[in-house]
């Protein structure tokens, strides 16, 4: 094993604003051995979340951050190729937080095993990973939605928010989605079952939005923050719910980060507005992910993923096509090329 090496990529320098080259340092060292209890991964998938850039600042969050040095932290799925762990052998795939990098060693804990015969790797990161598990507690536990009601979601050709719109439709909610482009808010309405979708970046949101549920939304999931959190305030209507998923368009923006200045909208109709961490829910992701894959396998939802082929050193550009709306679906590394996948 030990003639082998292991590529990686570590966070060399916590960035200010958009991350740049120079934040990340490219290594190489031998692949390890595993010692007793621990099992050595072969990566060929690797998860690429927004909420990567939060774990490379310093400070107080709901994870440590990442430490200057450290292997870039990444949720991936790979082959067990060496094993001296009781539970896993030589050949099994696995999901887990391996890092941005070719080859993990792990103790085992919070890996499990993944069935790719019955499940491409890229859906068991996307609508049957972390993805999904937001998608659905955040609509139904902390969006509390209920079938049949009006939902806006943001951020709606990506990865949780597509999910979300594809939930509420199947529970026979309306749904209106706000996404970057023409291309996307068509692939929503004529693809994915949205009953409207608005460009954020066109003038006018609040007024387009009003035009589209005149009579507001119960269901306010947000991903995106800023003033696309402010138009949503302003499309409320009594008793709604607003999920603060995620905040995208602040993630790079730690000196200045814009509130909402619409927040009154809450005690005019009522609302609350609530924010979540998905890890909180672990005990409960068996049942999300029965539910899910159900949904699945009866064709009733889809899982769309946006992969791209390359190397662990695509990581740092790949990374920015989150922040730069150059992903539908879940974003996926996939290690090695197109054809060897
Ligand atoms: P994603 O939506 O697949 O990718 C990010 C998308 O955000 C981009 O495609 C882009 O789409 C949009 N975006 C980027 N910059 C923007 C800006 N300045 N203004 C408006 N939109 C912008 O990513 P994801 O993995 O599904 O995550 C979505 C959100 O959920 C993120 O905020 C993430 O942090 C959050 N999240 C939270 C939890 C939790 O536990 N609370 C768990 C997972 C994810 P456009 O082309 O439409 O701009």
Redesign the pocket.
């Known amino acids: 094993m030990t003639d082998r090496t292991n590529h990686q990529v570590r966070l060399a320098a916590r960035p200010h604003g958009e991350p740049k080259p120079g934040d990340w340092a490219h290594t190489s060292e031998p692949v390890p051995e595993p010692a007793d209890g621990e099992l050595l991964v072969r990566l060929s998938h690797l998860s690429?979340?927004?909420?990567m850039r939060?774990w490379m600042n310093e400070g107080r969050s709901?994870i440590p951050p990442v430490e200057v040095n450290d292997v870039m932290r990444a949720a991936g799925i790979g082959e067990v190729v060496a094993s001296r762990h009781p539970k896993f052998s030589v050949g099994d795939h696995v999901s887990g937080v391996f890092g941005v990098q070719e080859y993990a060693i792990s103790d085992g804990r919070g890996v499990l095993a993944v069935d790719l015969s019955q499940v491409p790797a890229p859906t068991y990161l996307s609508a049957l990973g972390?993805?999904g598990?937001?998608a659905y507690f955040?609509l139904f536990d902390v969006g509390a939605f209920s079938d049949g009601e009006t939902v806006l979601v943001?951020?709606?050709?990506?990865?949780?928010?597509n999910m979300v719109g594809q939930l509420a439709r199947l529970k026979g909610g309306t749904v209106v989605g706000?996404?970057?482009?023409p291309e996307?808010c068509r692939w929503l309405t004529e693809e994915m079952g949205f009953d409207a979708a608005l460009d954020?970046?066109e003038k006018g949101l609040g007024r387009r939005l009003h035009q589209a549920v005149p009579d507001g939304v119960d269901v306010f999931f947000d991903?995106?923050?800023?003033p696309?959190l402010d138009a949503g305030l302003g499309a409320l209507r009594r008793g709604a719910r607003v999920v603060?998923?995620?905040?995208?368009?602040?993630?790079n923006n730690l000196d200045r980060p814009v509130g909402p200045a619409n927040y009154l909208r809450l005690l005019v109709e009522r609302a609350r507005m609530e924010?979540?961490?998905?890890?909180d829910y672990q005990p409960r992701y068996p049942e999300a992910q029965s539910q899910i894959a159900e949904w699945l396998r009866a064709g009733e939802i889809t899982s769309k993923e946006?992969v791209v082929h390359g190397g662990v050193h695509d990581f740092p550009d790949t990374l920015l096509?989150?922040?730069?709306?150059?992903?539908?679906?879940?974003?996926v590394l996939a290690l090695g090329s197109e054809e060897s996948a």
């Open positions: 690429l979340d927004p909420a939060g709901y972390l993805t598990m937001t955040g943001s951020g709606a050709a990506g990865a949780v928010g706000i996404a970057g482009g996307k954020y970046r991903n995106v923050g800023g696309v603060i998923c995620g905040a995208i368009s602040q993630y924010g979540f961490v998905i890890f946006h096509k989150l922040f730069r709306g150059e992903n539908t679906g879940k974003l």
